[in-house]
């Protein structure tokens, strides 16, 4: 991150710098404050380097909507999407593969607001728009986790099956996110050596990234804590939930939704 932010803070005009810089900043750090402000900075710059209507100007609008969806400001991040989808449309037209990410990432938002048929209907228009497995994986993941929320757990383990089948082509960071979400439709099934082992894999993922503090372990800590809970097993499960509530303080304060939760 040192080595982005220097880059970025030589270059003010450089549309593509600051871009690196808050997509690290949103994705790694999970330091959301330090990432909306250089998407903010550089929106201004690829406005006029680029023009309103860019691939440049949607990707800074998609960006800030995962970042404002991620705070729980829904109606805030599907203006952002709204805005990064109708630029993509009015050069590419409707349903172009280059939508494709921005559907998939409305379909995630509807999903937190628990409207899963409509998370589902973007999900599907994103996997007909995807090309290898590489780009389906993150579609594969959204359509389970959803099958799994409407307790559809035939079809859940379909496309989990299918996102097991793709990883060898992820990314770490990717990878520890889809094996959380395996790691819980087992928990559901009541499989717990089946969760506990996919928790495991996750929480080896992001500690071989460094990403001790992120997000995504605080949310490993808090599963494995609900299941040595399930377990009986009290005292591991404190000392789980207590650390996945430290991280979530440090990154969101105290008062947070996220952490009261």
Not at 225 to 240: K, Q, T
Request: with cysteine; charged share 25%.
């Amino acid at each position: 991150l040192y080595y982005l932010e220097l880059r970025a803070s030589l270059d003010t005009m450089n549309v593509d710098w600051l871009m690196e810089a808050g997509k690290f900043s949103f994705e790694y750090i999970a330091d959301y404050e330090k990432a909306m402000k250089y998407f903010e900075d550089v929106l201004s710059n690829a406005i006029v380097q680029y023009g309103e209507i860019s691939c440049e100007v949607s990707y800074i609008y998609n960006k800030m909507g995962s970042i404002y969806s991620e705070l729980s400001e829904y109606d805030v991040a599907m203006n952002f999407y709204n805005k990064a989808l109708d630029i993509l449309e009015s050069i590419y037209g409707t349903k172009s593969m280059e939508c494709a990410t921005i559907f998939s990432n409305i379909g995630i938002l509807y999903r937190y607001l628990d409207n899963f048929e409509k998370a589902l209907e973007y999900y599907y228009l994103s996997l007909e728009l995807k090309i290898n497995n590489h780009e389906k994986s993150t579609c594969y993941y959204n359509i389970a986790s959803t099958y799994t929320k409407l307790s559809d757990y035939e079809n859940a383990k379909k496309y989990y099956d299918k996102l097991l089948e793709s990883l060898d082509e992820m990314d770490k960071l990717s990878c520890s996110s889809y094996y959380i979400g395996v790691a819980d439709f087992y928990s559901i099934l009541g499989n717990k050596g089946d969760a506990l082992h996919y928790f495991n894999k996750s929480m080896a993922l992001l500690e071989e990234l460094g990403l001790e503090r992120h997000p995504r372990m605080a949310r490993v800590y808090n599963e494995i804590a609900g299941l040595y809970f399930s377990y009986g097993d009290y005292d591991l499960s404190l000392e789980y939930y207590n650390k996945s509530i430290t991280i979530l303080k440090e990154i969101y304060g105290t008062y947070h939704p996220t952490v009261a939760v």
